[in-house]
């Protein structure tokens, strides 16, 4: 009786294989050829799933952003239930913040992945939509993360302005902590941003 393929599964399989090789790498490595034998495929197979290599890396990118999002909107509650300014609340908004950081292996993977595909889509435009939403939906769970932790009576743009702040402390940070792992180790990563959520908090 013939194996039943699970589709998705096996299309997650691929998608694990091309964050392999982004990882290790870079980019360019990322042909259908090499994706397919590191993920121990004929090409053929994975013609199967993705028409092309655009459409694969494509949906490679959507899957790291799905990833880390979706760990951030599950942190999130636990954000918003406990007060501000308490050990708790600062805690919860670490544990959030830290979804974007390389501060073990899964997320150094996804974290090279993720800046490697929004690098590339300055170059390649069919990158472009998945890059624009990652920073949408990234930007916006900022947003909701500082009304936590500044004053509810500044205007509106001190917000946004504050929320782009954070998450460009974020992007350094994790840019940092790929290229120097050496030095910019978890402990620092979160020490540096327990000093910029100082400078937030009442």
Not at 78 to 100: D, F, I, K, M
């Amino acid at each position: 009786m013939p194996k039943i393929v699970n589709a998705e599964a096996r299309r997650q399989d691929v998608v694990e294989a091309v964050w392999r090789i982004i990882a290790v790498d870079g980019l360019e490595r990322a042909s259908l050829r090499e994706v397919a034998d590191e993920a121990g495929l004929a090409v053929g197979s994975v013609r199967h799933y993705f028409a092309g290599s655009e459409e694969l890396l494509t949906y490679s990118f959507a899957r790291a952003i799905d990833s880390i999002v979706t760990r951030m909107d599950q942190a999130l509650p636990a954000v918003q239930n406990q007060p501000s300014g308490t050990v708790e609340h600062r805690e919860a908004v670490l544990t959030l913040l830290s979804e974007l950081l390389p501060l073990d292996e899964q997320r150094a993977v996804e974290a090279c992945v993720w800046m490697a595909f929004r690098n590339a889509a300055r170059i390649r435009p069919f990158l472009a939509a998945e890059a624009d939403r990652s920073h949408r939906e990234v930007a916006a769970l900022m947003g909701r993360l500082i009304t936590t932790l500044i004053p509810a009576n500044e205007p509106e743009e001190t917000l946004v302005v504050e929320a782009e702040r954070l998450l460009a402390t974020l992007d350094g940070l994790c840019m940092h902590a790929l290229l120097q792992p050496g030095w910019m180790t978890a402990r620092m990563c979160l020490d540096v941003l327990g000093r910029h959520l100082d400078g937030l908090e009442p």
